[in-house]
């Protein structure tokens, strides 16, 4: 009967943990889209700042209770000032300073990143068929991120902006590894919410000691309480998540967040997708339902 219960309960974390990373995956496409129409008024340091802030702030409400306990005090301070601050404000510059198709192609390298650091350093792995699935996820990606567009792809253009872009998806990959050992000692929830509250702190300080400009209309004020609960909802999934999945598992599925950042695009901005992103979407989705067919969890004795 324990054998029984035990298998039961793996197997639901299982199922939970896909289901918070698609959730997770709903919010984080929504990130750019919402930032883009903040960008128009006010600089990445700002936004990136009041965004953080505000969403360890709204996770402050939640089991408000919970404190962090002092073990996990190292963890928090990388997770924030890696994950929270200086990787976001990383992309955030290198998008200003490279081609669209560059941007796209190196921002997967957070896929690449942590799965090579999961795999040698924390000896995660796959069966051979779940890296078939994974590889078919990885193509759909690529397609969607470049429409196949390669001619244009100029690594050489945008060097600096290229640099930063490719810096900031090894920070991620690095925190996306640590996460999954700190869920293994402390609390979702806390390192949640105490992670954006210490990298928007830094980068708001930041804001304001350079004297930085706040020019928010009511309009920009309700676009980022918006992108501050997509914030939210994306770090709380993804954490929770990770915890289920490992960091190879998670990543993979956490891809259809371009999927969901092209609709959010096509919708809100109006910008064009093409027939081979579509399709390129479809390979990501199908993929996905594979890797989740052919999940074995651990079962816990």
């Given at each position: 009967?324990?054998?029984?219960?035990?298998?039961?309960?793996?197997?639901?974390?299982?199922?939970?943990?896909?289901?918070?990373?698609?959730?997770?995956?709903?919010?984080?496409?929504?990130?750019?889209?919402?930032?883009?129409?903040?960008?128009?008024?006010?600089?990445?340091?700002?936004?990136?700042g009041l965004t953080y802030s505000l969403s360890g702030l709204l996770?402050?409400?939640?089991?408000?209770?919970?404190?962090?306990?002092?073990?996990?005090?190292?963890?928090?301070?990388?997770?924030?000032?890696?994950?929270?601050?200086?990787?976001?404000?990383?992309?955030?510059?290198?998008?200003?300073?490279?081609?669209?198709?560059?941007?796209?192609?190196?921002?997967?390298?957070?896929?690449?990143?942590?799965?090579?650091?999961?795999?040698?350093?924390?000896?995660?792995?796959?069966?051979?068929?779940?890296?078939?699935?994974?590889?078919?996820?990885?193509?759909?990606?690529?397609?969607?991120?470049?429409?196949?567009?390669?001619?244009?792809?100029?690594?050489?253009?945008?060097?600096?902006?290229?640099?930063?872009?490719?810096?900031?998806?090894?920070?991620?990959?690095?925190?996306?590894?640590?996460?999954?050992?700190?869920?293994?000692?402390?609390?979702?929830?806390?390192?949640?919410?105490?992670?954006?509250?210490?990298?928007?702190?830094?980068?708001?300080?930041?804001?304001?000691?350079?004297?930085?400009s706040f020019d928010f209309s009511p309009y920009d004020v309700a676009?980022?309480?918006?992108?501050?609960?997509?914030?939210?909802?994306?770090?709380?999934?993804?954490?929770?998540?990770?915890?289920?999945?490992?960091?190879?598992?998670?990543?993979?599925?956490?891809?259809?967040?371009?999927?969901?950042?092209?609709?959010?695009?096509?919708?809100?901005?109006?910008?064009?997708?093409?027939?081979?992103?579509?399709?390129?979407?479809?390979?990501?989705?199908?993929?996905?339902?594979?890797?989740?067919?052919?999940?074995?969890?651990?079962?816990?004795?």
């Amino acid at each position: 009967m324990d054998d029984v219960a035990g298998k039961g309960t793996s197997r639901k974390e299982t199922s939970r943990g896909y289901l918070y990373a698609l959730g997770g995956a709903v919010c984080g496409g929504s990130v750019t889209t919402l930032t883009k129409l903040l960008l128009v008024s006010n600089g990445p340091v700002v936004i990136n700042g009041l965004t953080y802030s505000l969403s360890g702030l709204l996770l402050l409400f939640y089991r408000p209770k919970l404190r962090p306990a002092r073990q996990s005090l190292p963890y928090l301070l990388f997770l924030g000032l890696v994950g929270a601050a200086i990787s976001p404000l990383m992309y955030t510059y290198g998008l200003s300073q490279t081609t669209a198709v560059n941007a796209a192609l190196l921002a997967n390298g957070e896929v690449l990143f942590t799965t090579l650091i999961a795999f040698s350093v924390f000896g995660e792995r796959l069966e051979r068929s779940q890296g078939m699935r994974g590889l078919l996820i990885v193509a759909g990606l690529l397609t969607v991120s470049t429409n196949l567009d390669i001619g244009h792809v100029s690594f050489l253009q945008g060097l600096l902006g290229n640099a930063l872009i490719l810096g900031s998806t090894v920070g991620w990959a690095i925190e996306n590894n640590l996460i999954v050992l700190a869920t293994k000692k402390f609390e979702v929830t806390t390192l949640s919410k105490f992670r954006n509250l210490i990298g928007g702190a830094v980068v708001l300080a930041l804001a304001f000691v350079a004297g930085y400009s706040f020019d928010f209309s009511p309009y920009d004020v309700a676009v980022l309480l918006l992108l501050a609960l997509a914030v939210t909802g994306a770090t709380l999934l993804f954490i929770s998540a990770l915890k289920r999945l490992g960091a190879i598992r998670m990543l993979l599925v956490w891809s259809t967040s371009t999927v969901f950042g092209a609709f959010f695009a096509l919708v809100f901005l109006g910008e064009q997708i093409t027939p081979v992103q579509i399709a390129g979407g479809a390979m990501i989705l199908t993929g996905v339902v594979l890797f989740r067919r052919g999940e074995k969890p651990m079962f816990v004795p």
